[in-house]
Structure formats: structure tokens, C-alpha cells
């Protein structure tokens, strides 16, 4: 006999969200594009920790307080979403996110949503990092690859390409 894996393993991040009826269909089903709000909810709550960590335990402004740590910000590249079962309008359900590599530019976030330890979706997402003063793409920050790092409980791949 195996043991399966939860799909909770290798998660530091699990976010408890409540679905709101407004985000389910008339039949009381959460509609698929909610999936993707739910993936960046669990990404805010993810850099929230993050920051937590940084500041040493202190909540601080987050979302500035982020951009002015690590010098820069990130836009979503590309996004996956592996329907596997529905959530519905009420349904306690978590989200687990975690960063799971890193490129020159980019990092890869997964994230998935459970209800137990049932596995409804796998989002798999791509940022690329930029400097908000010039809105451009830049490296990946080392501080936040290591923050990152020292962060997760699976290290992300490194898939650094040298300058």
C-alpha cells in the first residue's frame, strides 16, 4: 500500500477563505473565474507573512512596505488553472500558496485550493518582476529570492540565468 501525499504537504501558506454566494452561479457553484481572485488572495496573504517575517513579527503597511523592501513589485505573466472539483456559495475552503521557482526576471507560484484535503483546483502562476519607477521588467531581486527561500519549507528552483 502507498501512502498518498496531502495536498496540503510542502505548503507554509494556507489561507482559510469563506465562499461568498456572489462568487457562485445560480446553482450555488463557485464560477471558474473566481479561482484566479481566490490564487490572489493567497498570493496577498503569502507576501503579508512574508513581510511579517522581514519586519520581524510587525504588521506593517504591506503593500508598500513590500515594493520599499525589496525594490520593486510583480505583474502576472501567465496563468494555468487545473479544474478538478467545485467549491460552493458557503464552503470553507483554503488556499495554499507557494513560490516554487525562481528565473532571472520571473518566479513561479502554486497554489492550491482545498476543501479538506480535498484538492479542487491547481493554479499554477507566472510573475515577472519590475521596477515601479520605470515600470519595466527587472531582475529579480537577490533579497527577495532569499527572503523567499529562507521563507519556504520546499526551496524553489533556481533557474537564474547569469547577466
Known sequence: MTDKLSPREGFRLIT???????????????????????????????????????????E???????????????????AEVDFRASAKAD???DIAVRITRFGRTSYG????????EELLNVIRLTYVWFDPATE???????KFIDAVTE????????AVVPI
Open 136 to 142: 519595466e521588467v527587472a531582475p529579480v531581486p537577490q
Open 151 to 158: 521563507f519556504e519549507i520546499v526551496e524553489p528552483e533556481r
Open 16 to 58: 482559510p477563505l469563506r465562499v461568498r454566494y456572489a462568487e457562485a452561479d445560480l446553482q450555488g457553484i463557485v464560477f471558474n473565474a473566481n479561482y484566479l481572485a481566490f490564487a490572489d488572495v493567497g498570493l496577498t496573504e503569502y507576501m503579508r507573512a512574508l513581510m511579517m517575517v522581514q519586519n520581524g513579527g510587525a
Open 109 to 116: 507560484l502554486l497554489v492550491h485550493i482545498l476543501r479538506g
Open 91 to 93: 464552503d470553507q475552503i
Open 60 to 78: 506593517r503597511d504591506m503593500l508598500g512596505g513590500f515594493m520599499a523592501h525589496f525594490g520593486g513589485d510583480n505583474w502576472v505573466r501567465h
